[in-house]
């Protein structure tokens, strides 16, 4: 089976850091990505990570660890636009779907 | 369009009723998944269609869910008999050949009474 875990809810300061872990177990692995998604709004990519290393995009960074079974998504310089909600998803193993499993989200509230 | 669009973006039914909700992917996007957000709770999937066929339909919750896609394009997401525990925001999202990234749409939001 496959189980995607991160925290509920995470509040931080505009102008910090703050890194969103989460924990994987798959039957196999074929990559992890993350997800922002604002309140009533779709889903947008934020990042994939296939191989292990830190993947940088400007304020956003995704970390993962296939040993570990981990991933982290790292946020700079916080704006209050940065409060949402980031889902951490990863393919489903085996067959040609690519259907995600998701975890329940981390609702980050940024605050002034 | 430049995304996927799904309407309605809200709908409120009655328990019993029958609806329709529709999701028009990105053009030239083969792929095309279902997935279901409850309050509170991570997305689920429901369906995935590959072209206008359904090779994984596994996690539809009941025989009262049903979906069809016609001319590798819009998909049809049908809920027969409505109850109050299916409501939930129903996300659409559609993903290119060879690519993996999914693209969503806003989702619609139903309410059933």
């Known amino acids: 089976g496959q189980n995607i875990d991160q925290p509920t809810e995470m509040t931080a300061t505009e ?3 703050v890194q969103i872990n989460c924990t994987y177990q798959t039957s196999g692995f074929n990559g992890l990505f993350w997800y922002q998604q604002h309140a009533g709004e779709a889903p947008t990519f934020l990042s994939y990570n296939v191989l292990d290393g830190l993947e ?9 660890s296939r040993s570990k079974g981990y991933s982290y998504l790292l946020l700079k310089e916080l704006q209050m636009k940065d409060s949402a909600s980031y889902l951490c998803a990863a393919p489903s193993y085996g067959g040609a779907t690519n259907k995600l499993i998701f975890g329940t989200g981390t609702l980050l509230a940024v605050q002034p | 369009g430049a995304g996927v669009s799904q309407s309605p973006s809200n709908k409120v039914t009655e328990k019993g009723k029958d609806v329709e909700l529709r999701c028009d992917p990105i053009s030239g996007h083969t792929a095309l998944y279902w997935y279901r957000q409850r309050l509170g709770q991570g997305l689920e999937f429901l369906i995935y269609f590959q072209g ?12 009262r869910f049903s979906a069809e896609r016609t001319g590798e394009s819009v998909s049809t997401l049908t809920i027969q008999r409505t109850q109050q525990e299916d409501s939930a925001v129903y996300l659409c999202a559609s993903r290119a050949l060879g ?11 139903l309410t059933v009474l």
């Open chain 2, 99 to 109: 690519y993996n990234e999914q693209f969503f749409g806003p989702g619609t939001r």
């Open chain 1, 15 to 17: 102008g910090a850091i």
């Open chain 2, 52 to 63: 206008n066929s359904a090779p994984d339909k596994s996690g539809l919750p009941s025989d």
């Open chain 1, 56 to 64: 940088e995009k400007g304020r956003f960074s995704s970390f993962l």
